[in-house]
C-alpha cells in the first residue's frame, strides 16, 4: 500500500484558518472550571505567532467524541498483533511524547527499530512525518507502525475487525461519527484528532515572546547565539523549518541513507527532516539514530564535529562552529526554556485523564 497523498494544501490555507478560529471559539473556556474538575473539553487553537497549521481538521472536524475515541485508539494495544504494544507504548506524555532513555525504539516482540522515536506535538504544522519524510498525511501516519513488522505488525483490516468486536468501541465511533461501522478512514480519522490537536506552546520560551516574562543573561545570550547559528534549519516560532539536510554526522550513510530513500535524488542522501527543538531537554537521547546522549555532546558535534560530505549543508562549516565553553552552556540555558510543563502534563492526552 502507498502512503503517499497527493494534497494541494497551499490553495486551502485560509480555509484552514477560518475553520481552525470557528473550532476555537465555539469551546469552552477557564470560566467552566472548577478546582476539583478540570476542564477537560479539547479545542484547536493557532498559537499566537504561529503560522497557520497545514492539518486544519477541515475533512475531519474536531469533536470531544472524536477526540477521545483517538485518544483510547492511542493508548490501546489491541492495535498490535499480540495486542502488547501501543502508540503510547513508543510515545510517553512526560517526555513530549519521545521514547524515554531508548536510543532505538522497542516494538513487539522486542524487536528493535534503527531510529530514535521523536517528540508528538504540533503535528498539525508538519508537512511531513518520520525522519525521512516518507509519510505526507497525518490522516495516513497510524498506518505505518500498526503495520510496521518491528513496531506493532498488524494488518489494518484486522485492527478494523477486533475494534468492530468490541464490547466497546462501535458504540464510540456511532457517538463520534454517526456510524458503528468501523473503517479505515474512522480509524486513522479518530486518531488524527487526538495527535493533531496535541499543542505545545506554553514554554518560558513562549511566555518570554508574549512579554510576560523575561530571559536571565544566559538564556538571553544562548537566544542570540541561536538566531546567529541555528535559526536557519531550527525555525522560530515551531523550531523547524521542516526541510531535510544533512548536518554533518556521517561522511557516508550506509546505516540510514534517510531522505533519499524517499525521493530517490543521491543529493538527499544522509539528509533527515529537521526536528523541532521544542521540548528538547526532555526527549535524550539526540538524532535520528539517537547517538548523542545530553545536549552537551549535541553542541560539541555543532561546534567541533561537523563532517565534510558530498552532501553537508552549505551553510554549515566542516570542522564545527568552534563554539566557546560559554557559548555552549548558553545555548543550552536558551533550549531549557523551551520545555513547556503544561503541555506534558495536560490532561486531556493523557492516557487516564
Ligand atoms: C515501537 C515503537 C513505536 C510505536 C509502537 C509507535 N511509534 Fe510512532 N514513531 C516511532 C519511531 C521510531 C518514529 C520515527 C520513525 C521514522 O522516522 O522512520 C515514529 C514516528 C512517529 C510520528 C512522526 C513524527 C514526526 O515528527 O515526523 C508520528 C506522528 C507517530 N510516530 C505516531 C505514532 C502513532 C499514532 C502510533 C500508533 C499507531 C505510533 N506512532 C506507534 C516509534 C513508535
Ligand atoms: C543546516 C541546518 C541545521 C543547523 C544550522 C542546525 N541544525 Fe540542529 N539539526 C539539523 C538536522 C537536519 C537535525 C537532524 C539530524 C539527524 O538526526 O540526522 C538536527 C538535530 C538537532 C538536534 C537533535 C534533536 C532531536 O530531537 O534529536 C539538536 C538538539 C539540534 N539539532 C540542535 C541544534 C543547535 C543547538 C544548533 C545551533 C548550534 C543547530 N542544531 C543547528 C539541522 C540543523
Redesign the pocket.
Known amino acids: 500500500m502507498s502512503l503517499r497523498l497527493v494534497t494541494n494544501l497551499s490553495s486551502v490555507r485560509c480555509a484552514i484558518l477560518l475553520l481552525v478560529l470557528v473550532v476555537s471559539f465555539s469551546a469552552c473556556t477557564d470560566e467552566n472550571q472548577t478546582d476539583n474538575q478540570p476542564d477537560l473539553s479539547i479545542r484547536f487553537e493557532v498559537p499566537a505567532g504561529f503560522p497557520p497549521p497545514v492539518y486544519g481538521f477541515q475533512n475531519n472536524p474536531l469533536t470531544q467524541e472524536g477526540f477521545e475515541l483517538g485518544r483510547a485508539l492511542?493508548y490501546d494495544p489491541i492495535?498490535s498483533r499480540d495486542s502488547t504494544?501501543s502508540?503510547g507504548?513508543?510515545?510517553q506524555q512526560f517526555v513530549a511524547f519521545a521514547?524515554s532513555e531508548h536510543r532505538f525504539?522497542?516494538?513487539i516482540d522486542d524487536l528493535i527499530?534503527n531510529?530514535?522515536?521523536?517528540g508528538?506535538f504540533n503535528?498539525a504544522w508538519?508537512p511531513e512525518?518520520?525522519?525521512?519524510g516518507?509519510v505526507n498525511h497525518l490522516e495516513v501516519?497510524?498506518l505505518a507502525?500498526?503495520t510496521n513488522p518491528i513496531?506493532?505488525d498488524e494488518t489494518i483490516q484486522q485492527v478494523n475487525l477486533k475494534l468492530q468486536r468490541s464490547a466497546t468501541y462501535p458504540n464510540r465511533f456511532l457517538k463520534a461519527f454517526g456510524t458503528d461501522s468501523i473503517t479505515t478512514q474512522l480509524v486513522m480519522r479518530a486518531?488524527t484528532q487526538f495527535?493533531g490537536a496535541m499543542v505545545s506552546a506554553d514554554s518560558r520560551y513562549d511566555r518570554y515572546r508574549s512579554g510576560m516574562v523575561s530571559f536571565d543573561d544566559s538564556e538571553n545570550r544562548g537566544l542570540q547565539l541561536f538566531r546567529s547559528h541555528c535559526e536557519n534549519c531550527h525555525s522560530e516560532p515551531l523550531l523547524s523549518d521542516f526541510t531535510y539536510r544533512n548536518n554533518g554526522l556521517s561522511t557516508q550513510f550506509n546505516a540510514d541513507p534517510g531522505r533519499v530513500s524517499i525521493t530517490q535524488l543521491p543529493g538527499d542522501s544522509g539528509k533527515f527532516?529537521v526536528p523541532s527543538l521544542r521540548n528538547v531537554v526532555l526527549t535524550p537521547p539526540y538524532m535520528h539514530d539517537g547517538r548523542f546522549n545530553d545536549l552537551e555532546a549535541v553542541l560539541n558535534h555543532y561546534s567541533q564535529g561537523i563532517l565534510q560530505s558530498s552532501t553537508l549543508d552549505t551553510t554549515l562549516p566542516a570542522g564545527g562552529m568552534q563554539l566557546s565553553t560559554q557559548e555552549k552552556a548558553d545555548i543550552i540555558a536558551f533550549l531549557s526554556t523551551l520545555t513547556d510543563n503544561t503541555f506534558i502534563r495536560d490532561r486531556r492526552f493523557s492516557e487516564a485523564p
Open positions: 492511542f492495535l504494544i502508540c507504548s513508543c510515545h521514547h525504539s522497542h516494538g527499530g531510529r530514535n522515536s521523536p508528538l503535528l508538519h512525518f518520520m525522519w525521512d516518507g501516519q497510524p507502525p500498526i513496531e506493532m486518531m495527535m527532516k
